[in-house]
């Protein structure tokens, strides 16, 4: 197409007048994708969230799954493709009989996150089961860059923050300590997240 170009006093233009209406289609888009950029006003807590939040990876089951197991796996294939509606929707879907009743609701909380439903992942975050079980470490870390994403006060959030960072043996010992020296290092001013 680039190659179709005739010209009429010396003027070049295309000969495919669909290109004449594609550039300032496209030249609409990326002011509209500039001006997005600009307009977002996320707080510092917000952005710090973000920069450190990762959603652990899906957990597949063996072959040949149950009724039950077949809905879980649908919803793990969905949540390790980022469909987080499909993934919420087979989750949902499974009843709290199930065996692994407690990585679903974990997966759940983690479906909402990347829907920004913030307010029901916390939700999900309090429950009985994923504070006393196999996910309290990683559920105690995550409510608390759910709460980050909610931009609730750093009053709630310090505390939580320092209970995990004065525990060694907790996994997200060094992640906490890092969380509140950047917090620290800016409490002045807005956070810093690079």
């Known amino acids: 197409m680039c190659n179709e170009i005739s010209s009429v006093s010396g003027v070049p233009y295309p000969r495919n007048r669909n290109l004449i209406v594609c550039i300032p289609i496209a030249i609409s ?5 500039c ?20 959603a652990p990876m899906a957990q597949n089951l063996p072959s040949k799954p149950s009724a039950e ?20 929707t087979a989750f ?3 009843p709290e009989t199930h065996p692994l009743h407690n990585r679903i609701v974990y997966y759940t909380a983690h479906a909402l996150i ?43 959030i310090v505390p939580e923050l320092n209970a995990i960072a004065d525990e060694p043996h907790l996994y ?3 992640n906490a300590k890092d969380v509140l020296k950047q917090m ?6 807005s956070i810093d997240v690079n």
Not at 69 to 88: E, R
């Open 114 to 156: 990347g829907n920004r439903e913030y307010d029901k992942a916390l939700a999900l975050f309090n429950t009985q089961g994923l504070n006393n079980g196999e996910y309290v470490q990683q559920t105690g870390w995550y409510r608390i860059l759910t709460k980050m994403f909610l931009n609730r006060p750093q009053e709630e």
């Open 69 to 88: 197991d077949s809905l879980y796996q649908i919803g793990m294939d969905a949540y390790a493709h980022k469909n987080w509606d499909k993934a919420i």
């Open 35 to 54: 001006l997005s950029c600009k307009m977002d006003h996320t707080s510092g807590l917000q952005q710090l969230a973000g920069k450190i939040y990762k």
């Open 29 to 33: 888009m990326l002011v509209l994708a």
């Open 184 to 189: 620290k290092a800016k409490s002045k001013g």
């Open 172 to 174: 997200y010992c060094n």
């Open 92 to 94: 949902n879907q499974i």
